[in-house]
């Protein structure tokens, strides 16, 4: 049977009214998207390689690296718009994308004599910001809003006021998730900002866990960690308890979790992202920040600053707190 002949019977039954819908064309099957993914990245990749062995002065001179890197970036947001669902197309200006960043930032550390500075960190989280709003693709939006987040919690460290990077991040990921009118009319904006933030927030609070050792690795070592960055995430959690219907309970429900995350860096983080998840039905967000509270025991229990019994304490009053809430919300 035909479309035109189903169409017709539906009609006699009226069960239907009006012309025939146009067929809608059947989506390309994921084993071919994964393929052409994977062929627009080695194309990117081939292109960064061959400008890179033909013009060495690419990652040397930030008179061509920084223009180069712009063009880069424009020609993604030009394959972006061109794509129309080509997922080859659109895993190339990613690419693409990536590697304009990749040459803006080492411009950058050449024009201002150091790739650690807060200049270039900062110049590079604003840049990602501005590329997260301006190029229409879901991955890239996730993977730039990430970045941003990221690169801010390494200026915010060089500066030594990681704590304000953490609260921007929390805030950020609760107030999008929360809102239900931006998902509404802008989803294909507001979500993979959501779920960027979301990435960025678990391992930026749960790496302060470590202390300066981790980011002496990759920064030049700064001022201690402060406190309040943990405790602001831990008040985004109580707020996000205030907004999902909690009220007064839900939040002091939170308020044990946000106090254990200030000498916890992570916990809160990470039942902060299963808590979004909760609230939106999404079980991404609610997997994301299990594996988040996951890391965030195998990383406590392996770092060398506590004795074994500090540790199996802390654990121990841990588990004791999240079950009398599991009793307290079900007897609410």
Request: with cysteine; glycine share 12%.
């Amino acid at each position: 049977m035909t479309r035109a002949e189903l169409w017709a019977r539906l009609l006699e039954a009226g069960l239907v009214h009006g012309e025939m819908p146009p067929a809608r064309e059947a989506p390309t099957p994921w084993p071919v998207r994964v393929m052409m993914g994977v062929a627009g990245w080695f194309g990117g990749l081939l292109l960064l390689g061959f400008a890179g062995m033909t013009f060495a002065m690419l990652f040397r001179s930030e008179a061509v690296a920084l223009p180069v890197g712009v063009a880069c970036c424009m020609a993604a947001l030009a394959a972006f718009h061109l794509a129309a669902g080509s997922a080859l197309l659109s895993q190339f200006g990613f690419a693409v994308s990536v590697a304009g960043q990749v040459l803006i930032f080492f411009g950058l550390g050449e024009m201002l004599g150091s790739h650690s500075s807060v200049e270039v960190l900062l110049l590079m989280a604003v840049l990602e910001a501005l590329l997260a709003a301006g190029l229409p693709n879901a991955m890239h939006r996730v993977f730039t809003a990430a970045a941003a987040n990221v690169f801010l919690l390494m200026a915010a460290h060089v500066g030594g006021f990681a704590g304000a990077a953490i609260a921007v991040t929390a805030t950020g990921a609760a107030a999008i998730w929360l809102a239900p009118e931006w998902m509404a009319t802008a989803p294909d904006v507001w979500r993979p900002l959501g779920y960027g933030l979301a990435l960025a927030l678990a391992p930026m609070d749960g790496s302060l866990l470590a202390g300066p050792q981790i980011w002496s690795m990759i920064l030049r070592e700064g001022p201690a960690v402060l406190w309040w960055g943990q405790a602001a995430t831990g008040l985004v959690l109580c707020w996000t308890a205030w907004r999902i219907g909690g009220g007064w309970t839900g939040v002091g429900l939170a308020a044990p979790l946000a106090v254990l995350g200030i000498w916890a860096p992570g916990i809160s983080a990470a039942v902060l992202v299963v808590t979004l998840g909760f609230a939106n039905r999404n079980r991404i967000l609610m997997g994301l920040g299990m594996v988040a509270f996951a890391g965030y025991l195998s990383h406590f229990y392996y770092q060398l600053d506590l004795t074994l019994l500090a540790k199996a304490g802390a654990l121990t009053g841990t588990g004791l707190a999240l079950l009398a809430m599991r009793w307290a919300v079900r007897r609410a």
